[in-house]
């Protein structure tokens, strides 16, 4: 089965950069996915993707070295399932509360004994004959860590069978939290939900804004972060162009 780079990499003991998408433009997929970075984050949750925009996307991005994460609109079986079936190497759920959503989340993500996914998708014939034997070991599962409630758990959350990474959700976080970004308390939950990944043996990931985050995080201990994002990037550009204008 094709190798995910991603699990690879950081089982060495690396740092993954990636890219997010959200503007559900196949063409951008293609760009991103040939520009260099470790992994491209598509986020069905607050993108702008429908299915055909995603699968046509997963098809741009298969043949480079770009490793696709699919973050599904929610914890849902079929819904987790059928992204992994258009070629998605992993995904990041999200508003996982409890250790029981995190179990449903493993249930849906991995195929028995250790879950419950259900087996087809031709598309999985393009990764080798050998997909389901193999696909435990190579598809990625993280579970979004975002609120009071998470925290409350994290531990328990941390030690479910099948979970890769506990990705932090530092937004809805804050909002759960009634704090603010950056706050010392804000901080505090975040080493906390980080220091539960390592004590458990797993990971951790962050979403980040900027590329010096994604830097000062990867030096913190996250091993999954994104950079930015393909808006946030023409947004940044357009204000550049209009600064040069003097508007
Ligand atoms: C959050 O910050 O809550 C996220 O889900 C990041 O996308
Ligand atoms: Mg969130």
Known sequence: MKKNIVLEKIKCGEP????????????????????GFDWIWI??????????????????????????IVRPGSNEFYRIGRLLDAGAEGVIVPMVNSPEEAAAAVLAARYPPTGGRSGGGARLS????????????????AVMIETTQALAVVDEI???????????GPGD?????????GSAEHE????????????AGIF?????????????RADQGFKL?????DLSTLRSGLTSVLEALGR
Do not use: K
Request: glycine share 8%; aromatic share 10%; charged share 15%.
């Open 188 to 199: 505090a939950a975040i080493a906390r939900i980080l220091d539960a990944a390592n004590s």
């Open 225 to 229: 972060v994104t950079c930015t994002s």
């Open 158 to 168: 941390a030690a479910v069978p099948g979970v890769d990474c506990l990705f932090i």
């Open 204 to 216: 951790a990931g962050f979403p980040c804004g900027a590329v010096e985050e994604a830097i000062r």
């Open 43 to 68: 986020d069905t949750q607050h993108g702008y993707w429908d299915e055909n925009e995603l699968l046509a996307a997963l098809q741009v991005i298969f043949p480079t070295d770009t490793t696709p």
């Open 173 to 181: 976080l804050r909002f759960s939290m009634q704090t603010q970004p």
């Open 16 to 35: 993954v950069f990636g890219f997010g998408l959200v503007s559900g433009s196949p063409l951008i997929a293609e760009l991103v996915a040939h520009a």
């Open 126 to 141: 393009l990764f080798g004959d050998d997909y389901f034997e193999r696909a435990n070991d190579e598809v990625l599962v």
